[in-house]
């Protein structure tokens, strides 16, 4: 690797700002592809997407800023400079930091002639210089067969595990919840006492926690609600492909992790625990990981994320105080849900616009009923993030969203939400809607 390589001037070619979002990863390929191929070198197209894929990505999960692309083909071949805020530069090792895998290819072993990366005053900039696809270089790879060649191991058996549709807003949700699960489990678990094997096991949850953390980007949905309306919207709060790089001291830990946040919310569940009720998909996105891990690293071709809202079971209802009369009795459209995320209440003009015709039809089901898919993972993560650290931007204002009718179509509603703090960690929601 060359740090004190210059940048240069480039000759016409691709000069683009790419916004802080996993969409800029796809546009990048676009942009370097559609270059090769206005250069007539297209032999370089498969080995440059893999490499402009893992650079975007790094400035995208370890910098969080615009991203500045440039890439243009000269004499030499093609060469790509990607600017971000950060001013750490990768550490310098061999050229594995820049590896990728393509669907159906073998692996790839030296895919640059040279690579570096420049400081700059208010960052720095990765590049890399490309001459011919296919090359042979110093890296070494472990190779896999062909049914297994969505795997990468480099050579210190790292598992580059391969994430598919990918629910980046659920997941920084979640992220927020497991943290405060498993710190309240360990404060519980040690009592009084010092247990190694109980602090060895949050230490292992942790590492694989952190390790899904830098490399899984959080979409920016912004704190403005008409922003947040437009952008907390599928496919954005979505990525079609993430690497996971897993060292192999941190394989098992994931498993270890899956453990503890079991054991923590049996306790939760039972009362044991302050922290909020964790959403049927928060669980099934911690598991699919898991599995994704484990099957990957044995070899296993990576199967995607489906978001199981439909599936879930109804929430289990736990007896609260709180009178439903004033919502079932009122003229005005009202539903009233638990902090489980299900239906406890609501009148007779919701069902109306709602195309229901007895309550008993929505009471008992999740609020996910009236939801369209599209933005089922905005509602799961910002209801669970409101009860996990009070984040509160739609509540107590009125938003104009579409809701799902019992038919299958759509209704355009405003809908204002309040909260009711019941004590003891309850808290009830009630909405109001206007057709």
Not at 194 to 203: C, F, I, R, S
Not at 290 to 312: I, L, N, Y
């Amino acid at each position: 690797m060359l740090y004190n390589h210059p940048v240069t001037e480039p000759a016409p070619g691709v000069h683009r700002t790419l916004r802080p979002h996993p969409a800029s990863v796809g546009e990048a390929r676009g942009l370097v592809r559609d270059e090769l191929a206005r250069a007539g070198r297209e032999d370089l197209v498969d080995t440059a997407e893999l490499l402009v894929s893992e650079v975007v990505t790094n400035a995208l999960v370890h910098a969080g800023t615009v991203i500045g692309l440039r890439a243009w083909v000269g004499d030499a071949g093609l060469r790509v400079e990607v600017d971000d805020g950060s001013l750490q530069l990768p550490a310098p090792r061999n050229n594995s930091t820049l590896a990728g895998t393509g669907r159906g290819l073998r692996l790839l072993q030296g895919m640059v002639d040279r690579w570096g990366a420049q400081p700059r005053d208010d960052g720095k900039t990765v590049w890399f210089e490309l001459s011919a696809g296919d090359r042979e270089g110093e890296r070494t790879l472990i190779d896999v067969p062909d049914d297994a060649s969505s795997l990468l191991v480099t050579a210190d058996g790292t598992v580059h595990v391969e994430l598919l549709n990918v629910p980046l807003l659920l997941h920084a949700a979640w992220h927020q919840l497991a943290e405060a699960l498993m710190r309240e489990y360990l404060l519980i678990s040690l009592g009084d006492e010092l247990d190694l094997d109980e602090l060895q096991a949050h230490a292992a949850a942790s590492d694989a926690l952190a390790l899904m953390h830098d490399h899984l980007p959080s979409p920016h949905v912004g704190e403005d609600v008409d922003e947040l309306m437009v952008g907390a919207v599928e496919p954005a709060v979505s990525s079609e492909r993430e690497i996971l790089p897993v060292p192999p001291d941190s394989l098992a830990h994931f498993r270890v992790l899956d453990e503890t946040l079991d054991a923590a919310l049996a306790l939760a569940d039972v009362g044991g625990l302050l922290t909020p009720p964790t959403q049927p998909e928060l669980r099934a996105f911690r598991r699919w990981v898991v599995r994704q891990v484990e099957e990957q690293s044995a070899g296993a071709a990576p199967t995607p994320w489906v978001d199981p809202s439909d599936a879930a079971p109804p929430p289990r209802r736990v007896p609260m105080e709180w009178s439903t009369e004033d919502v079932t009795s009122s003229d005005l459209a009202l539903i009233a849900a638990d902090d489980t995320n299900g239906i406890i209440a609501i009148s007779r003009a919701a069902l109306e616009i709602l195309g229901y015709d007895d309550p008993d039809e929505l009471v008992g089901r999740r609020l996910v009923a009236i939801i369209p898919p599209r933005l089922r993972q905005a509602h799961l993560a910002g209801f669970t993030l409101h009860l996990a650290i009070g984040r509160s931007v739609i509540l107590d204002r009125p938003v104009t969203v579409p809701a799902l009718r019992r038919d299958g179509t759509e209704t355009t509603i405003e809908l204002t939400v309040r909260s009711e703090n019941l004590g003891r960690g309850r808290h009830v929601f009630v909405a109001t809607l206007r057709a």
